[in-house]
């Protein structure tokens, strides 16, 4: 080893030996361990649904509202032309459109298989971040 090397160490050694290790207070944990727990009680959220219960009610009453107002001030015989009309309106709309059965059968299956998803990925998150 070279002479600059060695005094190099001396020096190190002199100054490890004049400095003491720190040592933390005695309630150093439980300080720690407190603003743990508080950091994870802040993290929980409470469930808060997408659409409230109000806003179904409302779309419910809505609904009902316009299945009554249908109902009572449509004549019964006007029933069955408005439904005609529609139907032929409808009909020669998408008349133009030739489907193969492989489009229709997905069409028809993929909002089925979307809805399944949809329970199944919810009930694996509610077990998931149960409390």
């Not at 944990?29 to 808060?48: D, F, G, N, P």
């Not at 329970?119 to 409390?131: A, Q």
Request: charged share 20%; glycine share 4%.
């Amino acid at each position: 080893m070279k002479e600059s090397d060695k005094n190099i160490e001396n020096l190190i050694d002199r100054m490890m030996s004049e400095n003491n290790l720190d040592s933390p207070s005695l309630d150093f944990t439980s300080k720690i361990m407190s603003q743990v727990l508080v950091a994870e009680k802040s993290k929980i959220k409470a469930y808060k649904p997408l659409i409230s219960k109000s806003t179904w009610i409302f779309i419910g009453v809505a609904l009902a509202a316009l299945v009554v107002y249908v109902l009572l001030f449509s004549g019964t015989d006007n029933q069955l032309e408005i439904g005609k009309s529609y139907a032929d309106k409808i009909s020669t709309a998408f008349s133009g459109i030739h489907l193969s059965k492989n489009i229709l059968y997905a069409i028809l299956i993929v909002p089925f298989m979307i809805l399944v998803q949809i329970g199944v990925l919810k009930n694996y998150f509610d077990k998931k971040y149960e409390l």
